[in-house]
């Protein structure tokens, strides 16, 4: 029969064994990095992930992030080298590579952030305050990044940080600046569509006045040209009129009453009386149109 006291002892032997064993065992994960505490002393640290030991009940813990970490910095007003007020949002991405260190100068993620964001403000300040305002919104804002990198750097080794990246993610004017710089960009770009505007005009007046005058050129010589040409014209019908008459006047008479019979026979409101027998009327009692014997000289009489 087994002695109920020696099962005891085992079983208290074993609870013992159980509880040495779970406080002497610590595990550090991929992701972290640990510091064993010796009675408040830090010993060497631990960054191979695993399953490691301690001293139980004399030994302690403390578990630091070994991923890269972020710094959100507030907004804050920064005055360039040309007296021009900048707002400046910037951020930071860091690591701790001291374990020891950073225990000893910071302890925590959260005073750490403290600490990084007071010695990247100065950074900020000391670096953008040396430059103008153009340089920082667009010409060197690689450089002048690299640089406030550089300097946080060499402060944050103190912490046992070591920065991995500093970016501006803005830098711009004020709200209140900015909307005067607006405003003053518009009046001017107002102003300078006005000037375009006017001169667009004075060279539309300048085209149609030179467009206007060549018209009346051009109109002048044609009429001009027209009128002479119709007056050869004229000169040329006279002189073949002339001719014909010349060579056989009879015809030439005939030509003429037949356009007179034409001319006065057609529709109009003038009326004209005339005897039969008149001279008017010679070539349709006469083929020749001579005058006919005993005939009464007839006159016109005109009516409206």
Do not use: C
Request: without cysteine; glycine residues 6%; hydrophobic residues 40%.
């Amino acid at each position: 029969m087994r002695n109920p006291v020696l099962g005891g002892v085992i079983a208290v032997i074993g609870v013992v064994a159980l509880i040495l064993i779970y406080s002497s065992a610590y595990i550090v994960s991929q992701t972290q990095q640990a510091l064993v505490l010796r009675l408040g002393d830090p010993l060497a640290p631990v960054t191979a992930p695993g399953l490691h030991w301690k001293v139980p009940f004399i030994d302690s813990v403390v578990y630091i992030d070994n991923r890269i970490l972020d710094l959100e910095n507030p907004s804050q007003e920064v005055i360039a080298a040309d007296q021009k007020r900048l707002v400046v949002d910037a951020f930071a991405r860091y690591r701790i590579t001291n374990p020891l260190r950073f225990y000893q100068a910071v302890g925590t993620v959260q005073g750490a952030n403290s600490r990084l964001s007071t010695v990247l403000n100065s950074a900020l300040r000391r670096v953008l305050g040396e430059n103008t305002f153009t340089s920082v919104v667009r010409d060197q804002r690689e450089g002048l990044m690299r640089q406030i990198n550089e300097q946080v750097n060499r402060e944050a080794a103190n912490f046992g940080i070591t920065v991995v990246d500093v970016r501006i993610r803005r830098a711009d004017l004020p709200e209140a600046n900015s909307q005067a710089v607006f405003q003053r960009m518009q009046t001017e770009r107002q102003r300078e569509a006005a000037e375009i505007r006017a001169q667009g005009n004075e060279a539309a007046q300048r085209l149609r006045a030179r467009a206007d005058r060549e018209v009346t050129i051009v109109v002048a010589e044609a009429n001009s040209k027209g009128e002479q040409l119709r007056g050869e014209g004229d000169a040329e019908r006279n002189r073949i009129f002339a001719d014909a008459y010349q060579r056989d006047p009879d015809f030439f008479a005939f030509y003429r009453s037949m356009q007179a019979y034409e001319a006065s026979m057609k529709s109009s409101d003038t009326r004209m009386l005339l005897a039969p027998d008149s001279n008017f009327f010679r070539f349709f009692q006469s083929p020749t149109g001579g005058p006919v014997a005993g005939a009464p000289v007839a006159l016109p009489s005109a009516g409206n």
